[in-house]
């Protein structure tokens, strides 16, 4: 059904710029005529011994009129105004004997960017696939015609007259065939509809009964759009001597442009440039207008807007390269980073300091997990490492500045042990268990007195949890939890005892494997907390500031309860993670389980100004990415809006951007970091908050 109303679509733009084209320009238009004039209806593709051998293949079997009459509006010398009808299909006068030969389009024109990357993904090469195929829909042949006389120089045909003269009576026989009819037999019919170009080609010798043809409408519609295209594909520097394409038609061709553009915009694949070019407000082609080439998504969906709120933004990491900023993704060739998933960010907490104007301060960390320098999980494996980013705008992608190699500056892309290779910032301590891998799973930035020890006058803390052993799908065993800090932008990281939570199905410590930290405004850090894997629910505490590494000064929220012994209220229990109740999923009872959010994988919390609450973003049980809000960190919260459905290849892991607009308080969109486990690698995605 989506399709037809697209091909429906594409007919009526089809009809109504061969209509206005034919009307506007000065050529054309298709009647109906009777069969007994289709004996010698090839002909019509004689009168243009060149123009037509340089067009495209594509349009060698369907009948239309001479394109150099399109784009000629002198008019003929008196020798040459004899018109050149033909029996069927009453081709339009040549103008020049031997008109000069057209640029063949250059067909590399449309994907001069996206050829340039030979390691994009598959959806790299959507838009020109889309451009050529709708290039070959508009130009697909007719059925094969009788067979064509060669071409000549002039070639001219007696109309076989079938006793109707009178444009009013309707055809003899009910066979159509298509012909086309001249500007002059419509100017003589009509003379109070004629623009001056139009009566400049006018001659007093036509033949009357050329005009009492009535061609076929299908016919001359795919002619006109032919025409179109092929001037589309023309050059835009004319050669001297050329006639100038008409102004009309590009203000049709930049309607249609426009259409197409509406039609396949939630398919579209490529993104608008970085920079803004300023579009030439002139309807004629000039030699100063240019086009700002289209850049490639990468989108790994055929339809990057995903859900009528949420769409793919661009790639966080992986190889892809961005043709118009290097700094978009490119993690392979800068940091040695082919795979690398999760994404967590969080504001570093710092002010950009104007005596360094090559150096932006505040940024934002981005710690990820698992991480591979080769294709497939292959190669060079560390457990995990950090990107760093100042972009703001975030609408066209979140960019990451290249490394600083062994030079001090430690606000560079990522931390290094090479020239061109991130290092891992989490390694495991000799006096913790063996670990399969220690993955971040939240990170915040907490202000402290600035000293010899803290130059920055910040410190960043990373929850991780240590994997010890995977199971299937969204299954894995963790041996501990802890929290680790770092008091230069994350360039070194510690690993604090006091933090570790051991996982024991005798201790609440094993609700608390993975985390998401959020700050309130009342001098607490809350601290969600969830089980190993993904079938879970979501706990919560909070800590002072000054208290978050050690694990004993932590509240724990007990939700009000009723039982046979009475009721409590709720309330914060301290040092006792026993105690903490569910405050996200895992409701409903029975029944829960079949609505979205009953489940709590990898989750991200934060305040967001637009929306005056607390939001929360997870995957749920059926690998939905879901959002619930709430008035406070412990809730109530919300039933959950479902963002986004499963995807192909497996999507997990939704961490909150920091700086989105909605976050700050400057708008509607909210970004977030999102998990691809086909592609393993992260992408930057938006929601629009009033669409949900």
Known sequence: MGAAAYVGRVGGLAVALGVGTAVFAGQGVAWADDTESSTNGASS?????????????????????????ET????????????????????????????EPQDEPDPDQDQDQDADDSEGADADQEPPKATETNTETSTKPEPEPEPEPEPTEKTTATVTDDGSDDPAVPPQEPKKVAVFATATSLAESSPKTLSPKVAALLTTEQDEAAAAKKPNLITAVVNVVTSMLDWARQKADAKPGDAPQPPFLWALLSFARRELDNLFAARSTTNAPRTTSVTPTSLALT??????????????????QVSPSTRFVSWVTGKY?????????????RFSVYGTDVGVMWDNGMVDDPSTPDINEHQILIAVGDTFGAKGMTGRHIYNT?????????????????GEWFNGNMFGGAPLDGPTQARPIINRP???????????????????????????????????????????????????????????????????????????????????????FVKGDDGYVYVYGTPNGRQGAAYVAR?????????????????ASTGWFGSSEARWVKGNPSSASAVIGKTGGACGSTEPGYTVSEMSVQYNEYLQKYIVLYGDQFNNIVMRTSDTPEGAWSDATVLMGQQSGGIYAPMLH?????????GSDLYWNLSLWSDYNVMLMKTDLTKL
């Not at 920091?658 to 400057?666: A, C, E, K, R």
């Open 430 to 516: 000799s006096w913790l268990p063996n670990s399969v891998t220690l993955i971040p799973t939240a990170g915040v930035s907490l202000p402290t007195e600035v000293t010899e020890d803290t130059p920055f006058g910040t410190i960043q803390y990373v929850s991780f949890m240590s994997v010890s052993n995977w199971g299937s799908s969204g299954r894995w065993t963790t041996n501990y939890s802890a929290i680790a800090y770092s008091t230069d932008n994350g360039e070194n990281f510690k690993v604090a005892p006091e933090s570790v939570r051991y996982n024991s199905i005798f201790s609440g410590n094993r609700n608390f494997q993975q985390s998401a």
């Open 287 to 304: 030699d100063d207008a240019t086009t700002a080439a289209l850049i490639p998504s990468y989108s790994p969906w055929l339809n990057p």
């Open 543 to 559: 800590v002072n500031n000054e208290n978050i590494l050690d694990v004993s000064e932590y509240e724990y929220y007990k939700a």
């Open 45 to 69: 593709a004689a009168t243009s011994d060149s123009v037509q051998t340089d067009t495209t293949s594509d349009t060698v079997d369907t009948p239309e009129a001479d394109t150099e009459d």
């Open 386 to 402: 950090l990107f760093r980013s100042s972009d703001t705008d975030l609408s066209d992608g979140m960019t990451i500045p290249d």
């Open 72 to 99: 000629e509006p002198d008019p003929e010398p008196e020798d040459q105004a004899e018109p050149d009808p033909e029996p069927e299909d009453q081709a339009e006068p040549d103008p020049e004997p031997e008109p």
């Open 321 to 333: 390269v961005y043709l118009d900023d290097d700094t978009l993704a490119n993690t392979l060739a």
């Open 658 to 666: 920091p700086w989105s607009p909605s976050t700050q308080g400057t």
